[in-house]
């Protein structure tokens, strides 16, 4: 039981630190993220690791297209949505590579049944989003500061 929470833990401070990278951690979660990561080594590695491949993905430099890329001026709008669907395609490859490739590198804290056990809606950022907007207003309602 112990494992299956710290586990949990883990799977949301990593995914904390996911949006991190991109500047989208709010200053609540970046709390939450600081205190797990002074008991947890394993995070700690993990942010690093982000970290270290966010940066090299981002000086990477661009590569050319072979050939350029032309669509016909009237069916420019129709065609933008498939485009847009392979282009979100092609970053969640890029992306689940990503998260592979660090998993692999450093391994999952989370065991494959404890994940299949999880209620879908515990990983879902707009319930995460709810109850810190929940402890917020009771926060405010009984004026405790956060
Ligand atoms: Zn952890």
Redesign the pocket.
Known sequence: MGASI?SQ??SR??QWISLEVDGELSRFEQALLRD?LRG?D??RVFQADVGTVSRELRQARLEALLQPVALPAARRHARSRPLQALAAAALSVAALGIATTVGVLHGS?QRPEARSTRPAYLDSWDYERSLIRQEMLRAQQYGRAI
Request: glycine residues 0%; charged residues 30%.
């Open positions: 710290d833990r883990c401070a990593r797990h947890c394993c995070c804290p």
